[in-house]
Nanobody, 119 residues
Framework: QVQLVESGGGLVQTGGSLRLSCAGS????????MGWFRQAPGKERELVAT????????YYADSVKGRFTASRDNAKTTLYLQMNSLKSEDTAVYYC????????????WGQGTQVTVSS
């Protein structure tokens, strides 16, 4: 079992920055692939970024590439999403999620944290 807790959301003006954190725990947490998702009102949930615990390699959706950076701490207990140059269309509830090795579905989800970008 894996537990995930996000924090760091809030209200920010256009062009501002926020850093989201995702604290993870659980016996198999360190083996999971990690992802950040978001869901805006009336829209489907979308994948924002992924990061590999083992290699640190990352993937970003085109909509956030160059503005968002996913990272993890060396102890592999916390995942981060640094969000810069925020736009109003970044407003959403952001979730971190974990996927067990050799699986395709993200099985574990945090409770979500609200990010609101005002113009």
């Amino acid at each position: 079992q894996v537990q995930l807790v996000e924090s760091g959301g809030g209200l920010v003006q256009t062009g501002g920055s926020l850093r989201l954190s995702c604290a993870g725990s659980g016996r198999t947490f360190g083996t999971c692939a990690m992802g950040w998702f978001r869901q805006a009102p009336g829209k489907e949930r979308e994948l924002v970024a992924t990061i590999s615990w083992s290699t640190g390699s990352t993937y970003y959706a085109d909509s956030v590439k160059g503005r968002f950076t996913a990272s993890r701490d060396n102890a592999k207990t916390t995942l981060y999403l640094q969000m810069n140059s925020l736009k109003s269309e970044d407003t959403a509830v952001y979730y971190c999620a974990a996927r067990r090795p050799a699986t395709t579905a993200y099985e574990y989800w945090g409770q979500g944290t609200q990010v609101t970008v005002s113009s």
